[in-house]
């Protein structure tokens, strides 16, 4: 009854009352920051609550679905950063198989595919970024999910939804092996004539599905951009904001950092090697992991 209350709720046109529900939804999703097991069951109310124009917190709502149809946070490494879900057994704190939950709500969420395309088009930016994170949980469609977003890319006018798709094209390319991603991403973080916000992307994203070291020419592109973002418009882009910004994760990606907080300048010498690097996590840090 609590969760059937705190939807209709989460439906208000008063935000404050959306946002409280939501806010206590997550609470109930996310006990000890393991995953529900009742997740899968609220994602399609969750897409239908995004979907719907009138709703105030269309963007929370999206958010509160990808984050249950992900697992934890594995830090800003190369073989971890565009993880949706490693393989293997985990289990919730009350011994529910948390793997099968998190499967399930990813399987809800690839159930949605149309819904979520046509919030790729949304009138508003937030909830373009918020979809396009969302369909990079998917298990099915990725191909099609794939052309959906290269197409929107090609006509976004707005930096932070530009790095969301390109940054979902890399996630759905490392679960799903995506033939061709890599070359794609490879020809886009060079090329002068793409914006820089996408070039940015591209380049992390390209990092993530390689295993080439980190050229000096890449490095120099994200770390100009970085030095230059004073506004810092892609640090809400859902895959830096899980790593507190885009400066912190290009410290750990590109450079090979630990992980700190407050986040350091970049380095203006050379990196540590990448054998050096650590998980975005220190037994010394004492924030709470971000959704």
Request: hydrophobic share 45%; aromatic share 6%; charged share 20%.
């Amino acid at each position: 009854m609590l969760v059937k209350r705190l939807l209709v709720q989460a439906c208000s046109a008063d935000p404050e009352t959306a946002g409280r529900a939501l806010v206590d939804l997550t609470r109930h999703l996310f006990p000890d920051y393991e995953v529900n097991a009742s997740a899968p069951l609220l994602v399609p109310f969750l897409l239908r609550l995004a979907a719907t124009p009138a709703t105030p917190c269309r963007v929370r709502a999206l958010r509160l679905a990808a984050a249950v149809a992900r697992h934890g946070d594995y830090g800003a490494t190369r073989d971890s950063f565009l993880v949706t879900d490693r393989p293997g057994w985990r289990f919730s704190c009350d011994g529910y198989l948390m793997t099968w939950t998190i499967e399930a709500s990813r399987l809800a969420i690839t159930a949605d595919t149309d819904l979520l395309l046509a919030l790729l088009h949304d009138p508003a930016p937030d909830v373009r970024t918020a979809a396009a994170d969302t369909l990079a949980t998917v298990i099915d469609h990725a191909d099609l999910v794939t052309a959906a977003l290269r197409a929107r890319l090609a006509t976004e006018q707005v930096p932070a939804v530009r790095a969301a798709l390109v940054l979902a094209c890399a996630e759905l390319a490392r679960s799903h092996r995506g033939p061709d991603t890599a070359d794609w991403l490879g020809a886009l973080w060079p090329d002068p004539d793409q914006p820089a916000d996408t070039r940015v992307a591209a380049a992390l994203g390209w990092l993530c599905l390689t295993d080439d070291p980190v050229p000096d020419s890449l490095r120099a592109v994200v770390d100009s951009f970085v030095v230059a973002d004073t506004e810092k418009v892609l640090d809400e882009v859902p895959w830096f904001a899980r790593h507190h910004g885009l400066l912190s994760t290009v410290r750990q990606l590109v450079h090979g950092l630990r992980f700190a907080y407050p986040v350091p300048p970049l380095p203006t010498t050379p990196s540590t090697p990448p054998g050096d690097d650590l998980p975005c996590w220190w037994p010394d840090d004492d924030l709470p992991p971000p959704f």
